[in-house]
């Protein structure tokens, strides 16, 4: 098929793979354009996508958005069969959705009508959902609420988002390709209207760990905010991020370091962090941290 890929991060590139390996045409790949990065957070970095469809040899297209003029046209003119999108962050306006001739493909990462939205993995966590997966959606001018092509599942269990977002990127690659082999078959399934629940975008202020609330949803949220922005708490001006953590049973004052080996009583049950980070230096064992930053028995944090 005659394909454009529109997408930006790393969660996208497996599906533009996905596609080449295919064999299908793609004849441009839309993305975000280049931000600011690199070492001194100055220089412009091209995103993962950008990257690649620039080492596969296709053309690359960065407008700032898609309403105007000049767009538009120039997106219908590529005279394609599909588009496909994977995470690509601008809206599509209706006629960029109308160009080609079976639509925009989108890969989603949530079982819709759940989690619609901007982060719907990390939502998924958070919630204490036992499974996820994707969806491959014809989109529409609504949020998320295209008509469903095929979808795949995967249990969570302990997986941190970027465990499951690298999991579910491979997911949606090969489902997308399979999708288009057999487009022409298939037809679409309207989503229900039960169900519908929203993964609105995750805000920094979130990683902020409360010990009042459960161990087991600070633990969800240790996972949940895993790689980025990384679930913290503050002790003596210093912010210290908690990797990987267990939740086990107990009951003593929430936010209490209880022993040598920083248990932290929360609300209901206790945290046992395992793997930690203090501010400028690399991961480390709650052991690591204590012989280098004095936490004792009988603190309490936050």
């Not at 003119?77 to 209706?94: H, K, M, R, T």
């Not at 206790?270 to 991961?283: E, F, S």
């Amino acid at each position: 098929m005659r394909l454009a890929f529109m997408g930006t991060p790393e969660f996208a590139v497996p599906t533009l793979d996905a596609l080449l390996e295919a064999g299908h045409d793609v004849v441009a790949v839309y993305t975000q354009p280049p931000r600011p990065g690199g070492r001194r957070g100055k220089e412009l970095t091209p995103s993962p996508v950008h990257k690649r469809a620039e080492a596969a040899g296709i053309e690359v297209r960065t407008p700032e958005r898609l309403r105007g003029p000049e767009e538009q046209p120039a997106f219908a003119s590529l005279d394609l069969d599909a588009a496909v999108v994977a995470a690509y962050g601008l809206i599509l306006p209706e006629p960029i959705l109308q160009a080609p001739r079976h639509g925009c493909l989108n890969v989603h990462a949530s079982l819709l009508p759940r989690w619609r939205g901007a982060a719907p993995i990390q939502r998924a966590i958070l919630a204490g959902d036992e499974s996820t997966g994707v969806c491959i959606m014809g989109m529409e001018k609504g949020l998320d609420t295209g008509p469903v092509y095929a979808c795949r599942e995967t249990e969570i269990g302990g997986k941190t988002a970027g465990e499951l977002t690298a999991e579910l990127a491979g997911m949606g690659g090969a489902l997308m390709a399979d999708v288009l082999s057999r487009l022409r078959d298939l037809v679409p399934e309207p989503q229900p209207d039960d169900g519908v629940t929203y993964a609105h975008k995750i805000d920094k202020a979130e990683a902020r760990i409360d010990f009042a609330r459960s161990a087991e949803e600070v633990e969800r949220q240790v996972r949940a905010f895993n790689p980025v922005p990384g679930a913290y708490f503050e002790h003596q001006g210093e912010r210290v991020k908690v990797l990987a953590a267990r939740a086990i049973p107990g009951d003593h004052e929430p936010g209490t370091v209880l022993d040598e080996h920083f248990a932290i009583a929360c609300g209901t049950g206790v945290l046992l962090p395992t793997l930690v980070q203090r501010a400028g230096k690399g991961a480390m064992t709650a052991d690591e941290l204590l012989r280098g930053f004095a936490i004792p028995a009988g603190t309490r944090l936050g």
